[in-house]
């Protein structure tokens, strides 16, 4: 069976369990996907895993009495003797959101500037980027990925997931990095050349992208 199969099959498991058995099992899913085991590999297991659930479910057993307190802890020995994940993996995926980041961009530019061509308003905007901007995005996609990730598997275990316990000191630190990254921007963004650039040149760019994740990232 496929990956996208076995994700769908997981999917529609996933339907049939109760509020907190959902719950904790999505946290064992973030703990797999997270980890470096093999992708193929990881959904075989958390199938099996969904199918053994919903047996100890049906019984009146619920995901901790199953596979124990913490959602890590059923794969743990599969996860550890895992080979870590290559550099070259890691760069793969982030290559990937950038891309993603930036086909997206030039999807919403060359769309919005047609628009305005059509209804004669101004597309200035939407005709010209700057060099930062694009660097921006790039990299600002991987960080932002990088801390939904960490904020998803930070959500309690409860039936109705919530935010644990608040952070003020992570909470000023991504604050300051934000504030820092808008003065640099108000700074930077004069020092690199701008490229003025046609709308229906941004849709070419953005349906390259799109070939490109499609033809690249997710050929299985």
Partial sequence: ????????????????????????FEDMILAMRASSVDSVRAEELLLEAAEL??????????????????????????????PARSPRSKLKNSLMISLSALTILFGVMGAAGLIMQWSGGPDEIFGQISIFTLIVVGIGS???????????????????PKPKAFDIKGLG??????????????????LFPVIRIAPWVSLVLAAAGGLGLKFIFFKS
């Fill in 1 to 24: 069976m496929k990956v996208k199969a076995m994700i769908k099959q997981n999917n529609l498991l996933r339907e049939q369990m109760t509020p907190f058995n959902r719950s904790f």
């Fill in 53 to 82: 659930l919903l047996k100890g479910q049906a019984k009146g057993r619920n995901a901790k009495q199953i596979f124990g307190e913490h959602p890590g802890d059923y794969f743990k020995d599969v996860m550890n003797s895992s």
């Fill in 142 to 160: 991987i960080v932002l990925i990088e801390l939904l990730m960490k904020w998803m598997a930070s959500l309690s275990e409860d039936d109705s």
């Fill in 173 to 190: 630190i991504y604050v300051g990095i934000a504030i820092a990254a808008v003065f640099a921007g108000m700074f930077l963004d004069n």
